[in-house]
């Protein structure tokens, strides 16, 4: 059951629905689920944390939309909290190998919701690998901020240089499929150049302005990090 020496809900008290159209549940609050909470709130992502540990939970108040003390290995508790209502969880427990598996079969067993859990080890990765797991991490704490950014968007991989320049690998637009990139609007309307594409079962190759995009391809994006997500946002 969820337990605290006062409400589990710290700053603001739950509503009836605890999962908005744009929002992520994190269990485990360490060092890296910390990190990657705090991440996606700064980008105006909407977080529900969960930790066994009330010294981090306290840490956290007012900090994150919703965190709470609980021991999310009991699927129950998962369902009072509404973590089945979520499309995105991120599993951040990393001391305890056994939690990690038990939490993360719960989730998977949701059905509905996409699980980033992090691993450990190589075994550790290998155990929920064979659990189904969609996405595995090996993340150190400086990790945690290049997570986020595949968390919480239509990023396919993603690498930040300094002075927040990034490369991305996304999907293209569909305003951007089937028309050369030299005669498009890319450049001046969005400030990104998309530098590489990938046909889909075929080898990455430099774009050029005759490359024309088609909708199966993958592509890298370079440029500032916020106008590269928002690129990679389109539809």
Partial sequence: MVSSSRSPWFGQRPPQRLAEADSVVVIGLGRFGTSLALE????G????????????????????THVVRADAT????????AVHEYDR?????GTHIESSILVTSRLLRFGDVTVWAKAISTPHGE????????????PEHDMGRRVAHLVRGAILDYVEF??????????PPAAYVGVP?????LRPKHDVTIVAVRPEGGRWSYASNTTVLA?????????????????????
């Fill in 40 to 43: 996606l709130m700064d980008t």
């Fill in 162 to 171: 300094e002075d927040g320049f990034v490369m991305i690998k996304t999907n």
């Fill in 215 to 235: 909708e199966t391809d993958r592509i890298i994006v370079a440029g500032d990090v916020d106008k590269a997500e928002a690129f990679s946002r389109m539809r």
């Fill in 89 to 93: 969880a991120v599993v951040g427990i």
């Fill in 74 to 81: 009991k699927e129950e508790v998962l369902r009072q909290l």
């Fill in 181 to 185: 990139l030299g005669g498009s609007d």
């Fill in 45 to 64: 992502i909407d977080v529900l944390g969960i930790d066994v540990d009330e010294e981090r939970v306290q840490s956290l108040n007012g900090r994150l």
């Fill in 127 to 138: 155990i929920l690998e064979q659990l189904g797991v969609p996405h595995i991490i090996y």
